[in-house]
């Protein structure tokens, strides 16, 4: 489990561009609880990295960037490949600079179907982008944010697929994204920044320019199949745990936590048994309240 956050800021004056420190303050915070072991952040067309916490990395080299109008930043679990500077994301592979959040599964089958020598997983996604290949040949699930540096004017092209997370807000300073969705409502609210989330579907890719998003195309990966559980960093409902057993839901298609999978199961059978009964009546699905 990763996250990925950023901004893509419209100055309007100085009130508002006082506010996106405080903003990447409590994203930076927000994120590390995803990561822990490295940290990526692109900004000023720089790519600056580190090992541990992004809130713990020197002021002095993450303060410039913390004041950018567009920011793209990672922090990394690390899944496949050493715990190194190298290996944390935005990774830049060729005319790209991009981060992911999530895992690739046939990731030692792409390098040898590939010629490649990919260390980490995820920049399979981006070689594939940057190459113009099908991303159904990579089997994976999470979110991507990239930028096409031979074209920054295009904007930052975002999207999820597969149960991955991600929550897009137009704000009163420009877009503004997080893995996390009640984080970045977090966020926006101690920043003091006026916003509105965006509806985001699954497999499909958006393009933030303009001060706006964009729907750019259907986005196809791989069908995403677990080859285990595991014990580490989880995400439910925007709290996080370092020991919990963890189990694909295959409703959900996302990872959850076991003590978390059990208790749906309790309410599905619930569910079904109101339905048996009778006294079930159908309704409109229940929506998040995005406020």
């Known amino acids: 489990m990763c996250g990925i956050f950023g901004w893509n800021a419209v100055y309007k004056n100085k009130r508002t561009r006082r506010k996106i420190p405080v903003l990447a303050a409590v994203l930076a915070h927000a994120n590390d609880k995803r990561g822990g072991d490295s940290w990526g952040i692109y ?26 109008p567009s920011v793209l930043g990672h922090t990394r679990k690390a899944t496949t490949g050493d715990i190194v500077p190298e290996n944390s994301h935005p990774f830049r592979i060729q005319n790209l600079v991009g981060a992911h959040n999530g895992q690739v599964t046939n990731h030692e089958e792409l390098n040898k179907a590939n010629g490649r020598s990919c260390e980490v997983d995820s920049q399979h996604i981006f070689h594939h982008i940057a190459e113009d290949k099908p991303l159904t040949d990579i089997n994976a699930y999470g979110a991507i944010e990239y930028i096409r540096q031979d074209a920054e004017d295009d904007g930052v092209y975002l999207g999820k697929f597969n149960g991955g997370d991600l929550a897009i807000a137009q704000t009163e300073i420009g877009p503004v994204w997080n893995s996390n969705k009640w984080d970045l409502i977090s966020a926006l609210r101690v920043a003091g920044i006026k916003f509105r989330l965006y509806k985001i579907e699954e497999n499909n890719l958006y393009r933030l320019a303009e001060n706006k998003a964009y729907h750019v195309k259907k986005m196809e990966f791989g ?69």
């Open 223 to 291: 069908k995403y199949v677990p080859k285990y559980s595991y014990t580490g960093t989880t995400s439910y409902d925007g709290w996080y745990t370092d020991s919990e057993r963890c189990i694909w839901d295959k409703d959900t298609q996302k990872w959850i936590s076991l003590a978390d999978y059990n208790k749906k199961s309790r309410v599905d059978n619930i569910v079904d048994r109101l339905k048996n009964s009778g006294s079930h009546h159908p309704s409109a699905p229940f929506t998040w309240d995005q406020a």
């Open 43 to 68: 900004a000023f067309g720089s790519l600056t990295k580190g090992l541990g916490d992004l809130c713990h990395a020197d002021p002095a080299t993450t303060g410039t960037m913390f004041n950018a």
